[in-house]
């Protein structure tokens, strides 16, 4: 079984929250919105860690 990266959407630059109530985290490098963290459905569709995660700048 390969090993599952829990890569934080949260701290990507490319995370943004939808609104909408049944697919609230959303992705803007991939174009897509989930329910779930979208880093774990790149992986599960596609086998592999996110490539794209940017690190935002810290404040
Ligand atoms: S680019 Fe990757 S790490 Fe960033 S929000 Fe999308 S799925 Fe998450």
Redesign the pocket.
């Known amino acids: 079984m390969p090993e599952q990266k829990r890569?934080d959407?949260l701290k990507?630059i490319?995370?943004y929250v939808t609104w909408d109530p049944k697919l609230p985290k959303g992705?803007?490098?991939?174009g897509f919105k989930s329910q779930g963290?979208?880093?774990q459905?790149?992986f599960s569709s596609s086998g592999k860690p996110?490539m794209?995660?940017?690190a935002k700048p810290s404040r």
Request: contains cysteine; proline residues 6%; charged residues 5%.
């Open positions: 890569i959407c990507c490319h995370f992705c803007k490098a991939f963290l979208p880093s459905v790149v996110c794209h995660f940017a």
